[in-house]
Every structure is written in structure tokens, then in C-alpha cells.
């Protein structure tokens, strides 16, 4: 052991804080006070009175397995900013402005940091438990008792200037650096700092971050700036691999090595639901404490007038339905701008599915003109079908079979393609995951093992396991005149469903039924439930139609449904109630 040499090493031990090191024979510097070793070797500057094989082993072998194996040392914090970059880079290939992650995004990330007290507050909860060391050129040992900054260096920001780029992050000098102590950097159970602290987690009042939290994140900055992109819609891009989330962390920097528990906080082998996502949504919203969102009036994408629009034409619908779901919106007063904006602070803190919502409207209004019992929706497409037949120049009236029957095969096509791909769809990353460093040869070696056999078998067969990537598209069916395989309705006449009666018209139909008689009460989770053999087939046809554009359970849309109604047919369910109580008062003497 030579203490002479080890007089230029002047960082304090990690264990007691003193500044008194030697050297020992393998080269690494030790703490003379309370003998602990750390992993820093010293660098060998005159190589004549050493060994050359020495020197590859102080040298090279440790210091080089240090950098490479080790990598970066990095919070999960970290790799969440860093995926949630890449989703809002992402969403601005799809047409998004920039100024959703410059600014809003942004915002919300550093709102969230702060709310749960990983950054931008006086005792951030990794410094609070334990003393970080900053390193700078310019630091006297004075300072060393100063708080550091959170993030680390390598961590990549939401605002980028064009002159930099990733090979010149080592050296930036706008964030210190943390060194972390002995024992987080020796932790072979998971690759970031506090992978195991923080699967174990459990702080109340806190919301801890997932995968599916970053996709609300991404949602409410799209709500914020009244994007065109629904839930329903960021959900299918997901899906569709537009936008990074199943095995986002491969795409991580070499330097960020990812293992043990880092695999249960960042690998997720299950679609986003939708139901879930939503939730998640007002909790993030809540959690941060978010103001009133921007008002979403007449002109916003996201209005139940525009929306409906949208899902006529994606469902291959008459135009001339659209001035039905308006006045279906007017009197229900779903248009109303203090109904449609979102307000995280309010008493009851909701958003409006804005894509549902408007999904239900255009069900409502074929309830209105078909009835869908089985038996009308039939007897008006006999009356149309005759009519087209002997005035085939005239503008057809719409035929309900006919439209049903050309959806059903086109649905029922798009299904078993979709149903196909997520059978074929490889959830294993290209980047293995290992529990700890010492699997890592033996996983990597696995893998190539399984691409090999992979490629061979691919080669018997002689397929390619190339899966074809989408382009993406706000609509997944396109419909339009010159197609002579597949009739196009939207240009379709209602004459023959509707009828004069004075200057305005009704519909020839004049009953209705209600999807739900009776709703749950309050303390329930759910609005109603629905059982598929208590509703007509054409019903079932169309929730399940609409379900499957969506992406969402046909009980979720169903609850939507019923209540639009509850809201249009407020008469007949105040007359539902009356007889309900008068029962329970008859029932009591």
C-alpha cells in the first residue's frame, strides 16, 4: 500500500467523510480511516517501473468495464423524461406543433417533478436520504455541503438547440454532475440509482409514475393545446408503433444500462386500455393540480359538431345525419363550453370522452330514425330498396340493410387483420433485459440463439417475419364515389326515413327505447350494465361496429349512450323516478 501517491486524490470517503486515501496493490484508492475501498483506480501515468500487464489491468480492465458495463448513473425520473421526449418528438411527426413539448409538455413534467419532490423543491427525496457529491472543475471543498441539482448530465431536456446534439453531452456544464455513493453505484439490482427504492415505493398522496402515465401526460398536453388527435386516437397510434411505448427503452442511450428491477418499472407487455388510460388522466391532471384547461368552443376539433361530422363519414353514414346529431347536441346541451372544457380543480373533476361522447350521439340519432328493435330498421329498407330500384337516376335513399351488410364485411375484414397482427406482434424488445449484470452474457447469448433459429425457420418456410408499419391515418376506413367495390352512402337521401310536418321535418318513426331504464347509484363504479340477449342484434351491431373503431369495451360505450339519453329524455326518466318512489312508499306500509 503506498500513501504517498494516493496524496492527489482529494474526494471525501463516501463512509466518513474524510479525505485520507492509499493505494492498494490492485491500484484502487482505499479510505485510511475506516478502510473502505472504492471502485476508482487510479490512472498510471509513468508506465516504466509497472508491469504492462498491470497496467492493461488497472488501466484498461477495470476502468474500461467501469465505463462500459456500468454506463451512466441515472434516476428513473430520467428514463421517464427521456420516453416522453421521444412520444412528444413522436406526435410531432404526426402533425402536432412544437410548441406541445417545448412548452406544455414541459411544464407539465417539471409541475410533476416538483409536486412529487424529485426536483425543483428544497429537499428533493434523493438528496434528502443520502449525500450526493458534485463534481465541478470550479467547486471549492466548501461546497461540497451545497445541494446538487436532480438530473444528471446525460439527461436529455425538453428544449434542444440545434447546436447540440447527443455526442456533445458528456461535456456540457450547464448541469452538474452527481456522483452517487458506493453502494448505489455497486448495486447489481437494477441499472438506474433507485430502481429497487423506488419499485418499493408506496408514498401516500403521491402518484408514482408508469408506463401508462406517460401516455396521459401526452393526452393532456394534447388537450391543453385542443389537438385533433382523440384518446381513442393516441391509443390506436400507440398500436400502430407510431408512437414509442412497448419496449420504449431500447431506445434509451448505450450509456443508460437497464436491468433487475428496471425491467418491472419500463418493460410493459399489455395494450393501453382505454378505460385505464382515462382514469389516469384525471389522476395525473388532479395530482398536479392543474388549472381550467383552454375552452373548447364551435371551432375546436374536439367538439361533439366536428367529432360526429368525423365518425359519419369514417362509418360510411349519410351527410344529411349530421344536422340530426346538431340538434341532438343542442338540446342535450353537450355543446356548451362550460361542459366540454375540463377543469382538473373542480368539485368532481372529469373530462368528457370527447370521442365516445360524440360516438353516442350518432347512436342516439339511428335509434331516432330506425328504432333498432329488429323489425323497423328492415321494414324502411324494403320501402328504400323499392324506391331505388324504380328511380335508379334520382339520389337514392338510404338502405339500412344494404349499408349493414357492406359494413359488416368490411369490419369483420379489418378485425381479422387486426386480431392477426396482434397475434403475430413480438412483445420481446430487440434489446434483451436481464435481472443483473452478471446474466447479461448468458441472456445476450439466449437471444442470438433465438434470432438465429428465428431466421432458419423463416428461411424453411420461405417467409420474412417483416411486419408491414401503417401509415398513419386519422381514419381507418376510407370510402368515396369511384370505389365500385364497396358503395359509399354519404351521399345518400333520409327521404324515405323522414317526413314534413309543417316547415320542418320529423322522423316517420315516433317511438324510442331507452338503453337504460334505471342507472346504478352513486357508490357504484359503473353508470349501467349491459347484457348483450337483452338488446336487438342491430343494436349489438352497431355498438360492437363502433367499439371496435374506438377500441373500447362495447359495456363502456353502452354506459355513454345511456347517458346522452338520460340527458335528452330528462320527462321520461323524471316519470321513471316518480313511479320508482310511489312504489317504495306502497312497499313501506
Known amino acids: 500500500m503506498d500513501l504517498v501517491e494516493a496524496e492527489e486524490f482529494k474526494e471525501r470517503c463516501t463512509q466518513c467523510a474524510a479525505v485520507s486515501w492509499g493505494l492498494t496493490d490492485e491500484g484502487k484508492y482505499y479510505c485510511t480511516s475506516c478502510h473502505n475501498v472504492t471502485e476508482i483506480s487510479k490512472e498510471v501515468i509513468n508506465t516504466g517501473a509497472i508491469p504492462n500487464t498491470k497496467i492493461q489491468a488497472i488501466n484498461r480492465g477495470l476502468k474500461r468495464k467501469r465505463k462500459l458495463e456500468k454506463g451512466w448513473d441515472w434516476y428513473v425520473c430520467e428514463g421517464f423524461q427521456y420516453i416522453l421526449c421521444q412520444q412528444a418528438e413522436a406526435l410531432k411527426t404526426l402533425g402536432v406543433g412544437p ?38 472543475d470550479n467547486l471549492s471543498h466548501s461546497d461540497w455541503e ?96 407510431h408512437i414509442p411505448y412497448i419496449n420504449s427503452f431500447q431506445h434509451f442511450p448505450e450509456e443508460m444500462k437497464l436491468y433487475g428491477r428496471d425491467k418491472g418499472i419500463f418493460a410493459i407487455e399489455s395494450w393501453p386500455d382505454y378505460e385505464d388510460i382515462y382514469k389516469k388522466i384525471i389522476e395525473v391532471a388532479t395530482f398536479l393540480d392543474l388549472p381550467r384547461f383552454p375552452d373548447i368552443t364551435e371551432d375546436c376539433c374536439l367538439h361533439p359538431n366536428i367529432l360526429c361530422m ?159 408499419k401503417k401509415s398513419p391515418s386519422s381514419f381507418q376506413f376510407n370510402w368515396s364515389e369511384e370505389d365500385t367495390d364497396r358503395t359509399c352512402f354519404h351521399g345518400h337521401s333520409l327521404q324515405g326515413i323522414l317526413k314534413k310536418k309543417g316547415q320542418s321535418l320529423t322522423t316517420k318513426n315516433s317511438l324510442y327505447w331507452l338503453s337504460t331504464q334505471k342507472f346504478c347509484k352513486s357508490h357504484c363504479k359503473h353508470v349501467t350494465t349491459y347484457e348483450e340477449s337483452n338488446y336487438s342484434l342491430s343494436y349489438q351491431f352497431i355498438l360492437n361496429l363502433f367499439s371496435f373503431l374506438l377500441r373500447i369495451k362495447t359495456s363502456f360505450l353502452h354506459e355513454e349512450v345511456s347517458l346522452v339519453e338520460k340527458r335528452l329524455f330528462k320527462a321520461k326518466y323524471s316519470k321513471i323516478k316518480k313511479k320508482s318512489s310511489r312504489s317504495k312508499k306502497v312497499r313501506r306500509y
Open 99 to 136: 410548441e406541445l413539448k417545448n412548452e406544455v409538455l414541459h411544464n407539465f413534467w417539471k409541475r410533476y417533478l416538483q409536486k412529487s419532490k424529485q426536483a425543483y423543491c428544497k429537499n428533493p427525496i434523493y438528496t434528502s436520504r443520502r449525500k450526493a457529491v458534485v463534481l465541478e
Open 146 to 241: 451545497s445541494e446538487p441539482e436532480l438530473l444528471s448530465d446525460f439527461s436529455l431536456p425538453f428544449v434542444e438547440s440545434g447546436a447540440e446534439s447527443q455526442s456533445d453531452v458528456n461535456t456540457q456544464k450547464s448541469f452538474p454532475v452527481i456522483k452517487a455513493s458506493q453502494s448505489e453505484t455497486a448495486s447489481v439490482c437494477s441499472g438506474s440509482l433507485d430502481g429497487v427504492e423506488y419499485s418499493r415505493r408506496k408514498e401516500k398522496g403521491i402518484v408514482k409514475m408508469t408506463m401508462p402515465r406517460t401516455l396521459a401526460f401526452c393526452y393532456l398536453s394534447l388537450l391543453w393545446q385542443r389537438e385533433t388527435i382523440t384518446l381513442s386516437d393516441l391509443l390506436r397510434f400507440v398500436e400502430e408503433d
Open 310 to 468: 368525423k365518425y359519419l363519414m369514417e362509418v360510411n353514414l349519410p351527410d344529411e345525419m349530421h344536422n340530426l346529431t346538431c340538434q341532438v347536441v343542442k338540446l342535450t346541451g353537450i355543446g356548451e363550453v362550460d361542459f366540454l372544457t375540463f377543469d382538473p380543480i373542480a368539485k368532481m373533476a372529469k373530462t368528457v370522452k370527447y370521442d365516445i361522447q360524440a360516438i353516442a350521439i350518432i347512436i342516439v340519432v339511428l335509434k331516432l330514425l330506425f328504432l333498432l328493435d329488429d323489425n323497423l330498421e328492415w321494414s324502411l329498407s324494403n320501402l328504400a330498396e323499392k324506391h331505388n330500384e324504380k328511380n335508379k337516376e334520382d339520389k337514392p335513399w338510404f338502405d339500412f340493410r344494404k349499408w349493414y351488410q357492406v359494413m359488416k364485411k368490411t369490419v369483420d375484414e379489418k378485425k381479422q387483420k387486426w386480431e392477426e397482427a396482434r397475434a403475430k406482434y413480438l412483445w420481446k424488445s430487440e434489446k434483451p433485459l436481464y435481472h443483473s449484470s452478471i446474466d447479461k452474457s448468458v441472456v445476450y447469448k439466449r437471444r442470438e440463439m433465438v434470432v438465429n433459429l428465428q431466421k432458419q425457420f423463416s428461411a424453411l418456410v420461405d417467409s420474412t417475419p417483416t411486419v408491414e
